[in-house]
């Protein structure tokens, strides 16, 4: 069997002490579906950022697909994330400032190029949370 399009949803959350704290327990998942539901995971980890957990969701998602033994070259991945940073910062309009971030856009630029290089069309697109299959509550 080989898909010819998969759609891939990412998410992360954090579940913070306070308001007041940007880190706090990571959430993170990756749906994938091209008419039915091929993959559907989700990760914990300690001390996080929400661009971290989103970043860790893209990165984890990528992974899964370069393994996949029906994602071949000439397959059109969609990938469908509510982290308007991740579409930017992948897409090239924003560049990754932050130290914690640059070594999970290094990992995943890196898992896109190697898509790409084995023919795998890659498309990274913004949607609303509520659309998101991946969508978690932190």
């Known amino acids: 069997m080989s898909l010819s399009q998969i759609k891939m949803y990412v998410d992360g959350?954090?579940?913070k002490a306070s308001q007041a704290d940007s880190r706090g327990q990571g959430a993170y998942k990756f749906v994938a579906t091209?008419?039915?539901?091929l993959h559907d995971e989700a990760f914990r980890e300690g001390d996080q950022t929400v661009p971290e957990t989103e970043m860790k969701a893209l990165i984890k998602g990528l992974e899964w697909f370069d393994?996949?033994?029906?994602?071949?070259?000439?397959?059109l991945l969609t990938i469908l994330t509510d982290s308007e940073l991740v579409q930017k910062w992948m897409g090239g309009?924003?560049?990754v400032r932050a130290e914690n971030i640059m070594p999970l856009y290094i990992k995943a630029k890196s898992l896109v190029d190697k898509l790409e290089r084995k023919g795998v069309i890659i498309t990274i697109e913004k949607i609303r949370g509520k659309e998101n299959l991946a969508h978690l509550e932190a």
């Open 93 to 95: 309009q924003y560049r």
């Open 13 to 15: 959350s954090v579940k």
């Open 34 to 37: 091209s008419g039915f539901l």
């Open 67 to 75: 393994g996949c033994p029906y994602c071949k070259s000439g397959t």
